[in-house]
C-alpha cells in the first residue's frame, strides 16, 4: 500500500491551497479515506473522512472552508483548503485503514503566514 501527497506550501492568511492523494494497492473504490494533520508539538487529529459512497465527515474547525473529494478513476483523493488559517499550519496526512491497518502517506507541509 502506497500513499503519495501532495500540494503543500506556504500561503497568507485567507489563501487556498488543495492537496492530492493518490493511492495504490488498495481496493481504493471501496476505501474510506481520510486527511489529519499534526501541529508542531500537537497529537495527529483527523481533518475529514470520505466514504466509498462519498459521505463527508469534518472536524469541526474545518467546516464549511475544507472540501474532501475522490476521483475513484484516478485512484485519488483531494483536500481544498479555503479561507485558510495560521492554526491551519501543519503536516498533512493522506490516510487509510486497509486490512486491520493504518497507512499514511509522507506528509506534506501546509504553512499559513503572511
Known amino acids: 500500500v502506497q500513499l503519495q501527497a501532495s500540494g503543500g506550501g506556504l500561503v497568507q492568511p485567507g489563501g487556498s491551497l488543495r492537496l492530492s492523494c493518490k493511492a495504490s494497492?488498495?481496493?481504493?473504490?471501496?476505501?474510506?479515506m481520510a486527511w489529519y494533520r499534526q501541529a508542531p508539538g500537537k497529537q495527529r487529529d483527523v481533518v475529514a473522512t470520505?466514504?466509498?459512497?462519498?459521505?463527508?465527515n469534518y472536524t469541526d474547525s474545518v467546516k464549511g472552508r475544507f472540501t474532501i473529494s475522490r476521483d475513484n478513476s484516478r485512484r485519488m483523493v483531494y483536500l481544498q483548503m479555503n479561507s485558510l488559517k495560521p492554526e491551519d499550519t501543519a503536516v498533512y496526512y493522506c490516510?487509510?485503514?486497509?486490512?486491520?491497518?493504518?497507512?499514511w502517506g509522507q506528509g506534506t507541509q501546509v504553512t499559513v503566514s503572511s
Open positions: 490516510h487509510v485503514f486497509w486490512r486491520a491497518r493504518d497507512y
Open positions: 494497492g488498495i481496493a481504493f473504490n471501496i476505501a474510506t
Open positions: 470520505i466514504r466509498s459512497s462519498g459521505v463527508t
